[in-house]
Nanobody, 126 residues
Framework: QVRLTESGGGSVQVGGSLTLSCGIF????????MGWFRQAPGKERSFVAA????????MYADSVKGRFTISVDNTKNTVNLQMSSLKPEDTAVYYC???????????????????WGQGTAVTVSS
């Protein structure tokens, strides 16, 4: 059973930075895709970024390209999301998820993911 635990959320002012981490426990061998999603109040969960566990391939939502960076630290079994130039519209609960396979268009769909963390809240205020 895979277990995911997010951390690093908090409150930050517009233009600020935060780094979220997702600890992965119980992951087997083989290739996985780790994704970050977010869900704002009253909205559906939406794709933010994804990375293969090798770290060699990444995918980003257009809204965060150039501002967010996803990375894998296999020595610590974590997936990190570095967020900079934060905007009020980045306010949401951020979730990490894991799925098997490769990065495809399906990677952007929450239903593709088998396991999720409990989420960590990010608030960006002006």
């Amino acid at each position: 059973q895979v277990r995911l635990t997010e951390s690093g959320g908090g409150s930050v002012q517009v233009g600020g930075s935060l780094t979220l981490s997702c600890g992965i426990f119980g992951r087997g061998t083989g290739g996985y895709v780790m994704g970050w999603f977010r869900q704002a109040p009253g909205k559906e969960r939406s794709f933010v970024a994804a990375v293969t566990t090798s770290g060699s391939n990444t995918m980003y939502a257009d809204s965060v390209k150039g501002r967010f960076t996803i990375s894998v630290d296999n020595t610590k079994n974590t997936v990190n999301l570095q967020m900079s130039s934060l905007k009020p519209e980045d306010t949401a609960v951020y979730y990490c998820g894991v799925t098997t396979g490769r990065l495809t268009i399906a990677t952007m769909a929450p239903k593709t993911y088998s396991f999720w963390g409990q989420g960590t809240a990010v608030t960006v205020s002006s």
